[in-house]
């Protein structure tokens, strides 16, 4: 399907199919012809959108054709002959569907990310930021923060008598209110932004527990070697997977353990700094291995981790073994007892990852849309401080004796009982609550965004 967008695109329908373009939003069978010399090229289906109520907000057509590379080559040849016709950019429809007020930066960047989903969070996620979630919930503040604003202007224009009593009091919560949501909207553990990049999975362990046969069992593929010989993966390898409509990252990371390798050294380096960085660390032990091997791997034992008992088949080889080693307990997630030969424990362990996912990411069927990029946090984070500046200085104009105020670290604010009572340190808790509402305005595009537009718009496909 070729699209055409703008002013002339009616012509070019028009000079491609000898005749007025179809009724507005109706398909219609016509002879794709070459404009010169009236040779058919192809016949297909060809609907109009005229503006503005089409993608763009501009004219548009689409024209549906057998998509050999040979029809492709002969209507692109054509088209690039007409007037004022070019090639769009990666994104180009979805920029001037922007520009032309059809939608916001948000819902931009929903689309992108619904093109590029791979799973089903991700796509219910992207929807959702398409459909406008996000965009209206930072607009909702923004417009908020514009009242309040316009009410601090009006109490520095005029006098106490001019305006409603208490509407300053008013105002002071209206903001703390606003600064209240933004602060718990942002203590979210980034979830919609890991959920756009994936979830990372590491796989620690002393060598030869069966860390690659796990990350194989799980990827089921053979992506990493697994071999009987110790530190064979000295390097990090990395599959990324759906599980349970969940993106993944997993890792296999070489095996804990000091050596005089260099090479295997560096593999442990890298393992360890992957370990840190970890949503979730499946830290791998077996019967075969001694503890004492063990004990670098169970440091990384926390509340984000499982502990796996691989080989339990060879379990009666070992009657010695214990697990949990040692009967000390150790603060993770949960302890399963496996084979990766055998496949006990794999339904287990599949569950478990399932579980914690959807429980990370329950957020997904609450009222309030994730925050999805950086971008957001970022305008966000600066959108709070300037909030905590104008309540200071509502809160230290009103009250003669200043107490003590939590600011843009997050913590919450709660001070409606010592709101001010009149027009207060005016014109610089004007100039900070202005501030914060173009810091929301940039999240969805309506100010200041020209610098970063071509950033946005270049993750794009052609055609979208
Ligand atoms: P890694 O060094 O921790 O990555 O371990 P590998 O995955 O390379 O496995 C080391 C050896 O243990 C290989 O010979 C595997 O076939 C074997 N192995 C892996 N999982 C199991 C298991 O569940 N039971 C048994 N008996 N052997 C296993």
């Not at 070019?86 to 429809?93: D, N, Q, R, S, V």
């Not at 050294?265 to 992957?274: D, P």
Request: proline share 5%.
């Amino acid at each position: 399907m070729i699209r055409l967008s703008g002013g002339q695109a009616g012509t070019v329908v028009s000079a491609l199919t000898g005749g007025e373009p179809p009724p507005s939003r109706q398909a219609r069978l016509r002879r794709i012809c070459d404009p010169v010399s009236g040779e058919e090229i192809d016949r297909g289906l060809v609907v109009w959108f005229p503006a503005p109520h089409s993608f763009t907000g501009e004219d548009m057509a689409e024209l549906h054709l057998h998509g050999s590379g040979a029809v492709t080559a002969r209507i692109m040849e054509i088209l690039s002959q007409q007037p004022h016709m070019c090639l769009a950019e990666a994104g180009e429809f979805t920029r001037r569907a922007f520009e032309n007020g059809k939608i916001d930066l948000t819902s931009a960047e929903g689309i992108a990310d619904l093109v590029a989903a791979e799973t089903e969070a991700q796509r219910v996620q992207a929807l959702r930021q398409m459909e406008g979630a996000l965009g209206r919930h930072y607009e909702s503040w923004r417009s908020k923060l514009v009242t309040a604003l316009a009410h601090m202007e009006a109490g520095i224009d005029f006098s106490d008598e001019d305006l409603p009593p208490r509407l300053m009091a008013r105002n002071f919560d209206d903001i703390l209110m606003v600064y209240n949501e933004i602060t718990q909207h942002l203590d979210d553990k980034c979830r919609g932004e890991r959920l756009r990049e994936g979830i990372c999975v590491t796989i620690l362990g002393p060598p030869n527990v069966g860390k690659s046969s796990l990350l194989n069992a799980l990827a089921q593929k053979d992506a990493a070697i697994v071999t009987s010989t110790s530190g064979t993966t000295r390097d990090v390898i990395e599959v990324h997977l759906d599980l349970g409509g969940y993106p993944v990252t997993l890792v296999d990371t070489a095996g804990l353990r000091a050596s005089t390798d260099e090479v295997e050294n560096e593999g442990v380096r890298r393992a360890v700094e992957k370990a840190r960085k970890a949503d979730i660390k499946l830290v791998v032990i077996s019967p075969d291995v001694s503890p004492t091997h063990c004990e670098e791997a169970l440091r990384f034992c926390d509340g984000e981790a499982l502990l796996l008992l691989n080989k339990n088949d060879l379990l009666p080889d070992f009657p010695e073994f214990e697990f949990p080693l040692g009967r000390q307990s150790y603060e993770t997630r949960g302890n399963i007892s496996m084979s990766v030969k055998t496949g006990a424990g794999l339904p287990q362990l599949f569950e478990c990852l399932e579980n914690r996912f959807r429980e990370w990411f329950s957020h997904l069927s609450s009222e309030t849309p994730s925050l999805t990029r950086h971008r957001h946090r970022q305008a966000l984070e600066e959108c709070q401080a300037c909030l905590a500046r104008v309540l200071d200085r509502m809160k230290s104009e009103a009250i003669p004796e200043k107490t003590a105020f939590a600011g843009a670290d997050g913590a919450s604010l709660d001070h409606a009982s010592t709101a001010p009572q009149g027009p207060v340190d005016g014109e610089l808790a004007a100039e900070d609550l202005r501030l914060a509402t173009r810091c929301l305005g940039r999240i969805t595009g309506r100010v200041d965004v020209e610098d970063v537009l071509d950033v946005i718009f270049s993750d794009f496909c052609i055609g979208k």
